[in-house]
T-cell receptor, first 111, second 116 residues
Framework: KQEVTQIPAALSVPEGENLVLNCSFT??????LQWFRQDPGKGLTSLLL?????REQTSGRLNASLDKSSGRSTLYIAASQPGDSATYLC??????????FGTGTRLLVSP | GAVVSQHPSWVICKSGTSVKIECRSL??????MFWYRQFPKQSLMLMAT?????????EQGVEKDKFLINHASLTLSTLTVTSAHPEDSSFYIC????????????FGPGTRLTVT
């Protein structure tokens, strides 16, 4: 059974810092991997999708990497802003294209 | 593109009643949709996979007779919580899978169910 762990569970930083959020998964036999953000009481916003054949994806200040062999993915946020405050979820696509969600990292960026 | 809607966005019902939640893919056809549940301060847990024109596949521990799923068209899946109880109060989120090779799932905004 796939298990996804995200470290740290919570993170509080001042505005402007560069951040690294970590995700590890126990079964390396995954297809794609996706990073989401979730604001309190809201649904999910897709940030980046890394396809199985890719090692990283970039969108604006976000960069996500994937190392399937080691069961790890990282999300790098450059020059953090208060609007980045949210919970970040990592989710690999496993067999039958199911998503397994990680435990999440709650990020607070203070002005 | 790839917009998924859910209705209602929130609902309050009395214990013992049934509630239906709709999930629609607005600008694409989805042969496969997924239903998730999220309890406070927890991550999303997959409840079931909904396939157009066939029976849903439920995850272990999810009661199929309690959570009825119908996927009657390529753009609509419904989740009915039957005989709801307070412990069913949760945030229910659906997703629709794209038909391209990425298999990316597009998520709806969620439905908050409160059972009193």
């Amino acid at each position: 059974k796939q298990e996804v762990t995200q470290i740290p569970a919570a993170l509080s930083v001042p505005e402007g810092e560069n951040l690294v959020l970590n995700c590890s998964f126990t079964d390396s036999a995954i297809y794609n991997l996706q990073w989401f953000r979730q604001d309190p009481g809201k649904g999910l916003t897709s940030l980046l999708l890394i396809q199985s054949s890719q090692r990283e994806q970039t969108s604006g200040r976000l960069n996500a990497s994937l190392d399937k062999s080691s069961g790890r993915s990282t999300l790098y946020i450059a020059a953090s802003q208060p609007g980045d405050s949210a919970t970040y979820l990592c989710a690999p696509y496993t067999g039958f294209q199911k998503l397994v969600f990680g435990t999440g990292t709650r990020l607070l960026v203070s002005p | 593109g790839a917009v998924v809607s859910q209705h209602p966005s929130w609902v309050i019902c009395k214990s013992g009643t049934s509630v239906k939640i709709e999930c629609r893919s607005l600008d694409f056809q989805a042969t496969t949709m997924f239903w998730y549940r999220q309890f406070p301060k927890q991550s999303l847990m997959l409840m079931a996979t909904s396939n157009e024109g066939s029976k849903a596949t439920y995850e272990q521990g999810v009661e199929k007779d309690k959570f009825l799923i119908n996927h009657a068209s390529l753009t609509l899946s419904t989740l009915t919580v039957t005989s709801a109880h307070p412990e069913d109060s949760s945030f229910y989120i659906c997703s629709a899978r794209s038909l391209d090779a990425t298999y990316e799932q597009y998520f709806g905004p969620g439905t908050r169910l409160t059972v009193t």
